[in-house]
């Protein structure tokens, strides 16, 4: 079966553009789960959306947001963006939070100039 | 709070060598799940393993094996005889039961093997 499908895979933006990041989980899961990697602060939580409500937030500013489909299909969206949002954002799936090991997709690399 | 500390940022070994690979947590909850995740240089979080805080089992997988123990917190993942394709970047995780909360990840170790 396919795996989580992020798209695009890379992405170049301009500061204070907005940007948006969409991820397919896995056919049945209704379990998404948006990550931010950086070099210095390592893999950080960003959202988890479960049957389209928001479940959990992590520690960021309003500009980032999200949203989760009726098909499960999720996006994110960084608004005004900086260069420190610079990042390799993953998604992750799973049929429910917690009900076994995620699945994360290969990623969106975002380069803000 | 929940935390995960991998002392290990980086790693060499040559191929056939085994490498052990430490995790340590904190967490403050009676339920929780431990997890390993690879990490190849394409990107993508490959799933390794999950354990729940219950299931102290040592589990082996072919050339893998997870030594979880409560009393040191701790979470080891051991590659015997690595080869060069384990070269990655491997993350502990946890996530604590109570409010499902989401994965929390170690800063990872990379891993080279070296033929």
């Known amino acids: 079966k396919a795996g989580v499908t992020q798209t695009p895979r890379y992405l170049i933006k301009t500061r204070g553009q907005q940007v948006t990041l969409s991820c397919s989980p896995i056919s049945g899961h209704r379990s998404v789960s948006w990550y931010q990697q950086t070099p210095g602060q390592g893999l950080q939580f960003l959202f988890e959306?479960?049957?389209?409500?928001?479940?959990n937030k992590g520690n960021f500013p309003g500009r980032f947001s999200g949203r989760q489909f009726s098909n499960s299909r999720s996006e994110m969206n960084v608004s005004t963006l900086e260069l420190g949002d610079s990042a390799l954002y993953l998604c992750a799936s799973n049929f429910a939070p917690n009900a076994y090991g995620y699945t994360f997709g290969s990623g969106t690399r975002l380069t803000v100039v | 709070a929940q935390k995960v500390t991998q002392a290990q940022t980086e790693i060499s070994v040559v191929e056939k060598e085994d490498v052990t690979l430490d995790c340590v947590y904190e967490t403050r909850d009676t339920t929780y799940y431990l997890f390993w995740y690879k990490q190849p240089p394409s990107g993508e979080l490959v799933f390794l393993i999950r354990r729940n805080s219950f299931d102290e089992q040592n589990e082996i997988s072919g050339r893998y094996s997870w030594n979880f123990q409560k009393s040191t917190s701790s979470f080891n993942f051991t590659i015997t005889a690595s080869q060069v394709v384990d070269s990655a970047v491997y993350f502990c995780a946890l996530s604590e039961a109570k409010g499902n909360t989401p994965l929390v990840f170690g800063k990872g170790t990379r891993l080279s093997v070296i033929a």
């Open positions: 959306y479960f049957s389209e409500t928001q479940r």
